[in-house]
Antibody, heavy 118, light 108 residues
Framework: EVQLVQSGSEMKKPGESLKISCKAS????????IGWVRQMPGKGLEWMGI????????RYSPSFEGQVTISADKSINTAYLQWSSLKASDTALYYC???????????WGQGTLVTVSS | EIVLTQSPGTLSLSPGERATLSCRAS???????LAWYQQKPGQAPRLLIY???SRATGIPDRFSGSGSGTDFTLTISRLEPEDFAVYYC?????????FGQGTKLEIK
């Protein structure tokens, strides 16, 4: 059974750094793309980017390029999303998800809530 | 990037009725690479339809997708109580693989 388990909620101050994780199990991690999706409070889904763990090939939405870094460690079946300097506007629920067919996201983590407030 | 516009924003229907949700793209979606997701409060999204009309694993056949080019439709033939949720379309033919803003399907 494919499972994606994300790290817990985070409360941070503006300017702080953060790295959240998504641990995969139930399939061969390296050979499936994993994406990240943002959902701001009360809002819709935003596609942030996607990574292929086997070679770390990464694609970003222009809206998020330079704002976040997506990475993966295939030795521990884990993908990451990180910020070097958080802003209040980064407050959101972040989902990781594995591709199903093409670039569709068929397996989702439970989400990580990130709250950035002074 | 391709902008997806969903309509209506909110759809109020009763169980047993038919629901028709629309998704319009700002440019043609490559190879019909259009998907639909369902999201219930407090839950992660769930993939319903991919490739315009193929149902994902375990999705009931009351859900169907159609369309081509820039206009796509998700139809729920007879609404069950568990179908009331927010629905998103996504195009995955051209990066970035954008989502629509969502349609909320609520009980009338």
């Amino acid at each position: 059974e494919v499972q994606l388990v994300q790290s817990g909620s985070e409360m941070k101050k503006p300017g702080e750094s953060l790295k959240i994780s998504c641990k995969a199990s139930g399939y061969y991690f390296a050979t499936y793309w994993i994406g990240w999706v943002r959902q701001m409070p009360g809002k819709g889904l935003e596609w942030m980017g996607i990574i292929f763990p086997a070679d770390s090939d990464t694609r970003y939405s222009p809206s998020f390029e330079g704002q976040v870094t997506i990475s993966a460690d295939k030795s521990i079946n884990t993908a990451y999303l990180q910020w070097s300097s958080l802003k209040a506007s980064d407050t959101a629920l972040y989902y990781c998800a594995r591709v199903f067919s093409g670039w569709t996201l068929g397996y989702w983590g439970q989400g990580t809530l990130v709250t950035v407030s002074s | 990037e391709i902008v997806l516009t969903q309509s209506p924003g909110t759809l109020s229907l009763s169980p047993g009725e038919r629901a028709t949700l629309s998704c319009r793209a700002s440019q043609s979606v490559s190879s019909g690479y259009l998907a639909w997701y369902q999201q219930k409060p407090g839950q992660a999204p769930r993939l319903l339809i991919y490739g315009t009309s193929s149902r994902a694993t375990g999705i009931p056949d009351r859900f169907s997708g159609s369309g081509s080019g820039t206009d796509f439709t998700l139809t729920i033939s007879r609404l069950e109580p568990e179908d009331f949720a927010v629905y998103y379309c996504q195009q995955y033919g051209t990066s970035p693989y954008t989502f629509g803003q969502g349609t909320k399907l609520e009980i009338k």
